[in-house]
């Protein structure tokens, strides 16, 4: 279905009419990530993680961050390199309509062969960074100082993975945490230059080393820690409820990156209120954005599956898609997609919605009881 019908000027006017409520969201994050955590307490940061988990075990759900989990900082085509080969990329993308940049450095990995190879992250290593941070709110969770972490074995990891229908080999684990820890990323807010920079998961160890009868090097047990805008966001618990049921099970990369932007952005998610975003924001937040000059078939056949994923799924109302194509004289140079949420979804964002509610007024009280202890302490 396409045209300027009247759903999509009242898209037009609703999206004008939450600009606001967009700044003040990304302000927001903003803030939280220039906070210093040395400065508090380890019973501070706890119980920052306790209200995480607390809130993420009784919902099944991730804690999703803003920035960072919209940055298109994977790669799923083309990503194992020669040493010689450029190793690095810079992409584009907006969150709320405010500029960010990503960059990322790949790894360098020795394959069994012996062989070294550049590796960047792929759609295999998100899904295990995605499954360590549900694990740090499941009761794997570990602080580090002021760095969050999970501790977890190889067997817990593949057990997890398998249960969500993304069943992988030791060595298949073995080697996405060594792209993951071998990893750059460096994220750039466009406007006041600020930059984030530091591996995927920056500490990593493990102990009780064994010899399988293979001959390899086994490990009971692991940890790790995670990029500073993870741990930021998680340990000022400025984070949103994701479903992780619903992530883990979209296969198709498009519609799972969909889901998970409205999932952050889309929190007052209704069947009167549609969600309308332009199908270059979209692949530049993906990471194959469009290219000027080029025909945009290819990017729209992929839209389009994505939805139809999404559709099934019930994160969206297929039947009510619609779609109006941005034109420069007779060549299609963009698309604005409107559509409305499943019921499915819907549930979701209140359920986030409400969990939001609720840590948000613990952390009040929290505040409130150290703001009469230190009152106390200073009048005796």
Do not use: C
């Not at 270059?280 to 939805?307: C, F, Q, T, W």
């Not at 994923?309 to 297929?318: A, E």
């Amino acid at each position: 279905m396409t045209g300027d019908s009247p759903k999509a000027r009242k898209a037009a006017r609703t999206k004008s009419r939450s600009s606001v409520v967009k700044d003040v969201a990304v302000h927001s994050a903003l803030e939280h990530l220039h906070e210093d955590l040395s400065v508090l307490s380890e019973q501070d940061l706890q119980y920052s993680l306790d209200l995480l988990t607390d809130r993420d075990r009784s919902h099944n759900g991730i804690s999703g961050v803003l920035v960072y989990d919209l940055a298109p900082k994977w790669v799923n085509y083309r990503r194992v390199k020669e040493v010689t080969a450029e190793a690095q990329f810079t992409r584009k993308f907006r969150v709320l309509g405010h500029p960010f940049s990503v960059t990322v450095k790949a790894a360098r990995i020795k394959r069994p062969s012996g062989e070294d190879v550049l590796m960047f992250p792929g759609d295999r290593e998100q899904v295990v960074e995605d499954t360590l941070r549900w694990m740090s709110t499941h009761g794997h969770g570990q602080l580090f100082a002021s760095r969050l972490g999970s501790r977890f074995s190889i067997y817990s990891l593949r057990k997890l993975l398998k249960e969500a229908n993304h069943s992988m080999s030791h060595a298949d684990i073995s080697e996405a945490l060594d792209v993951l820890h071998g990893s750059h990323l460096i994220i750039t807010d466009e406007v006041t230059g600020q930059q984030w920079s530091e591996l995927f998961l920056p500490q990593y160890g493990r102990n009780g080393e064994e010899t399988a009868s293979d001959g390899r090097t086994y490990y009971r047990e692991w940890f790790v820690t995670f990029h500073t805008l993870v741990n930021q966001a998680m340990l000022a618990a400025d984070t949103r409820l994701v479903s992780w049921h619903t992530l883990m099970a979209l296969t198709n990369n498009l519609a799972k990156y969909v889901y998970r932007r409205m999932s952050l952005v889309y929190s007052q998610a209704s069947s009167i209120d549609p969600y309308t975003i332009s199908l270059s924001e979209i692949m530049s937040g993906y990471g194959k954005p469009l290219v000027e000059g080029k025909p945009i078939s290819n990017h729209m056949r992929d839209m389009k599956r994505a939805l139809e994923v999404l559709g099934r799924d019930d994160v969206i109302d297929l039947e009510r898609l619609e779609i109006r194509k941005k034109k420069e004289g007779n060549r299609d140079v963009d698309a604005i997609f409107t559509f409305f949420p499943g019921a499915k979804f819907i549930d979701q964002a209140i359920t986030a919605n409400q969990a939001s509610k609720e840590l948000e007024l613990a952390l009040e009280r929290r505040a409130g009881q150290q703001k009469i202890k230190r009152i106390i302490k200073d009048i005796g």
